[in-house]
Every structure is written in C-alpha cells, then in structure tokens.
C-alpha cells in the first residue's frame, strides 16, 4: 500500500506565460506560485483480481492498460510499465475545475505513488517532468507547466520556461518575517465556478480568440509581471505585491472578458471597497477561487460572506509531493 500527498497551487505573478504557446514565441515565459496546504491524495494498492481497478469520480475497472477510459490515468499506468493487477484511488481536498491546479497535482500524485510501488526512485522534478509529457505531449492538453512543478516540489518558486521547453526553477530567498505576513495576509474564497483548464486554455491560445500580437503584448505585460512580483516580495514591498495581484487581473480580464469574469470583475472591485490591497481571480478556469491580499481582514471577510463567497483557510506547503504510507 502506498499513500501519496500533493499540494494544489496559487499563482502569484505570471500566470499563463507558462503555456507552450507563449513561451516558444517569446523566447521565455516566467511566474512566481506557491504550493498551499491544500492537497490531491492518491492510494495504490496491489490488486487480486489481477485486473485493473480505478477509483476517483467513478469507478473503473479494465482488463489492461489500453482499456482504461481515464486518460492520466491510463498514461501514468503507461508510464511506469504497470499492465495490470493494480487498484488506485484518490480523493482531493478541493473539487477540480477550480483553478488550483488540480489536474497536475493529480498526475504528480499517481506517477509518485506508482513510481514508489514499483520501487523506482524518481526525483520530484522528474516527475514534474513526467507528468508535463503525459499532460503537454501524450495527451495534447493545452495546459501549461506551472501546476506539475509546484505540486512536486512545494514552497514560494519561480519558474522560468525556456523557448525549447526547458523549465529553470529559481528558489525564492525571502525573508521569514516577508514570507509570514504574506502566508497570514492572503485571503482565499471560493466563487462556486467550476470549469476545466484546459476547456478555458484551448480558448486563449494565440491567435485563435484575438490576434496574435494583441493577445502576445498581453502576455508579456504578464510575464514582467512575474518578475515584479518576484522583486516587490523578496523586497518586502507588500503594498506593491497587493497592488500587482489588480494589475494581473486586468489583463487576465482583458485575454477573456466573458459574462463569467464580468462577475468576478464584481467579487474583486467589492473585495478593494472593502480593505483588500489588490486580488486576482487564481489559475486559468472562468470561476474558482478569488485571492486576496489584505492587512485588514475583518471587513473582506464580512464582504465576501454577504456576497456568498466561503473563505478556504490555507498555508504554504513547503514539502511538494511526499509519501504519506509505504508499506
């Protein structure tokens, strides 16, 4: 039996340079995200039956590998050369579909869990690397790079993705006063929204929802984004990070104005009146989670609770994907 533990993410500055079809015509795509105590658990388990079973959503079972329907699932299995005689289970502390990364967390988890099972000792960054071939390049998922490689390795990183798909991750040095007053000063709350990623990603690569240099100029206002947000934390300018959060809404906002983010424009202009220093809409999805930065929380709180926005408390994950049972 083998447990696994994988942390979902928010993402703090550049998100969305991260996609193949951004950073392979710009020459380089760069955020700042953090893993949070939020977490995606998978269970591998020898099988009797000698066949395939699968629990998640639903329940599968399949003769072989070539059968199973899931398909991260069925590519993970691939991965690791497992044919059959296996069960897999898993549950998450937060439903998909919600912008935390929930699908790279997943893919991370499974590929630790059966890499343990199966005795293969595999670096986290390797398996970030795994998962973003099985997501990216097996299964064409127009997702980025960002989810897999908070999920594996855990903490407040940068990563910066190279033209040739070569991913660089930069350890952020903050100072542990800076890195607690932001952990206790971001405010998460859930707009009930759910949409698949890649269902919204698919809608935004370039030039397909507006031209190519509108919607690249917009990108690399994100990117240098993610390198203001890089410096306004490692400097302690919490302010600036605060306002930063606004500015990348906007343009996230300007990429997708749709009757969903119209809604969400709402939730953070309401969130500001109410004492938060800037917010975001989190990850790539048309709803999820809003992410606010705030030194007076009591009124955003009282705001967000009238407007029928649950607060989700979390803290940093600092350990990445980890083996919770192994025997």
Known sequence: MIITRTPLRISLGGGGTDLPSYYENAGHGFLIAAAISKYTYVAVNRNFDADILLKYSEVERAAKVDSVKHPLLRECLR???????????????IPTGTG???????TVGVLKALNMYQHNAVANEQLAEMA????INQLR??????????????????????????????????????????????LLFYTGV???????LAEEQIGKTRSTQSLEDNLNLTRDIGYRTESTLIKGDLEGFGRILTEQWELK???QPTATHDQVNNWIREGIQAGALGGKLVGAGGGGFLL?????KADLRLRMAQLGLPEVPFSFDYEGST????R
């Open 253 to 255: 906002y300007d990429r």
């Open 323 to 326: 083996v919770l049972v192994a």
């Open 141 to 186: 998922e127009p997702v980025g790079k960002q989810d897999q490689y908070v999920a594996a390795l855990g903490g407040v990183i940068g990563l910066r993705f190279s033209a040739n798909g070569k991913v660089d991750v930069v350890q952020l040095e903050l100072d542990p006063a800076i890195r607690a007053r932001v952990e206790e000063n971001l």
């Open 100 to 106: 935390l990364g929930s699908s790279g967390s997943f």
């Open 292 to 296: 606010f930065y705030a030194d007076r």
């Open 79 to 93: 991965k690791v050369g497992i044919q059959s005689g296996i069960e897999i289970s898993s549950m998450a502390d």
């Open 194 to 200: 759910r949409r698949s990623a890649s269902e919204v």
């Open 132 to 135: 973003c071939d099985i997501e």
